[in-house]
């Protein structure tokens, strides 16, 4: 312990500076692994739980391959309502232009209320006539420039029922004019609140998706028959058609953000790699500059047990060499 503290602690003391560079690279690195680690985690965490959210009791999705599924095809899928509730929809993200200069990412659902009430829970808040009613919630939506917000978003960004929103979608801006809230209930609380419903119609028109729909959600009335839905649905499907779960759209969109993961990870570990280059320099400036002392231990290892050493300051100590 003598050795350690008077030459290893005593070059520390008289060093702070680097001393302090040398913890920070490392602690920097370390943390900066950690931190992105933990990103991905809640991403992902936070884009199932918006799937599930979203998805609400649907038990199966009908989707189509590209573009989704044509409305030439929705008649022919009359049969789907043998097995229970069904309901096409949009869905994309948006900017929302909530200030000058200033844009906020959410999550647009566009659908027709009459087909999607069994699926998911809305409650109205408050309308432009203050009442919140099935007939209120209908009569906003007929409206293509009509969007309701959830009560969290628009509290966060001083809106009220009237007032105008423009959503950026893809290199268009659309205005639309808030007619209700919803409270921070169901699909509501997606993203945190930052989420937009219109009708299905509009949505169509705001994505430009005229003619088509993203996917057919079907809620099953008997959940218990679900594999053997999912088999003789697929079976009697078109070409070009596909069922599958919620939880699998999740997976498959997790596979694609897998590669994004991997290059937050990879520069996460360059920050290590750059703590552990400061390091090294440290150290290796550290040896060239005591080479002298390094020497005269190396020299006294095979000494005796008892020796006096006359470090460069002029002190005299007595150390106890260890043996080789």
Same mark, same amino acid.
């Given at each position: 312990m003598t050795l350690f503290r008077w030459f290893i602690l005593r070059r520390l003391r008289a060093e702070p500076v680097r001393t302090m560079l040398t913890?920070?690279?490392?602690?920097?690195?370390?943390?900066?692994?950690?931190?992105?680690?933990?990103?991905?985690?809640?991403?992902?965490g936070g884009f199932r739980a918006a799937l599930d959210t979203v998805a609400g009791k649907?038990?199966?999705?009908?989707?189509?391959?590209?573009?989704?599924?044509?409305?030439?095809?929705?008649?022919?899928?009359?049969?789907?309502?043998?097995?229970?509730?069904?309901?096409?929809?949009?869905?994309?993200?948006a900017m929302a232009l909530v200030s000058q200069g200033r844009a906020e990412a959410v999550r647009v659902l566009g659908v027709d209320i009459l087909q999607d009430q069994p699926l998911r829970d809305y409650r109205l808040l408050q309308?432009?006539?203050?009442?919140?009613?099935?007939?209120?919630?209908?009569?906003?939506?007929?409206?293509?420039?009509?969007?309701?917000?959830?009560?969290?978003?628009?509290?966060?960004?001083?809106?009220?029922?009237?007032? /105008?929103?423009?959503?950026?979608?893809?290199?268009?801006?659309?205005?639309f004019v808030i007619r209700a809230l919803l409270r921070n209930e169901g699909p509501a609380r997606v993203m945190d609140g930052n989420f937009v419903l219109m009708d299905i119609a509009a949505a169509q028109w705001a994505f430009d998706r005229l003619g088509r729909v993203d996917r057919v959600d079907l809620r099953l009335a008997d959940p218990a028959r679900l594999d053997d839905a999912e088999r003789i649905i697929a079976s009697r499907l078109p070409a070009g058609l596909a069922v599958q779960r919620p939880a699998r759209r999740g997976a498959q969109v997790e596979r694609m953000l897998?590669?994004?993961?991997?290059?937050?990870?990879?520069?996460?570990?360059?920050?290590?790699?750059?703590?552990?280059?400061?390091?090294?320099?440290?150290?290796?400036?550290?040896?060239?500059?005591?080479?002298?002392?390094?020497?005269?231990?190396?020299?006294?290892?095979?000494?005796?047990?008892?020796?006096?050493?006359? /470090?460069?300051?002029?002190?005299?100590r007595r150390f106890t060499a260890p043996a080789v």
């Open positions: 913890v920070a690279g490392i602690a920097l690195g370390v943390g900066v692994v950690l931190a992105i680690r933990l990103a991905n985690q809640s991403a992902l649907t038990s199966l999705e009908i989707t189509g391959a590209g573009l989704g599924v044509s409305e030439d095809r929705l008649n022919a899928l009359g049969w789907l309502r043998e097995w229970g509730d069904v309901s096409p929809v949009i869905e994309g993200d309308t432009a006539r203050g009442e919140a009613t099935a007939e209120s919630f209908l009569r906003l939506l007929i409206d293509p420039a009509s969007i309701v917000v959830s009560e969290g978003f628009a509290r966060r960004h001083s809106l009220v029922v009237g007032s /105008p929103l423009s959503l950026s979608i893809g290199d268009a801006v659309h205005p897998a590669s994004f993961q991997f290059n937050l990870a990879a520069l996460s570990w360059v920050a290590v790699l750059v703590g552990l280059f400061l390091v090294h320099n440290t150290v290796s400036t550290s040896v060239i500059a005591r080479r002298e002392e390094i020497g005269m231990l190396r020299a006294l290892s095979s000494a005796s047990k008892s020796v006096t050493v006359f /470090p460069s300051s002029g002190r005299v």
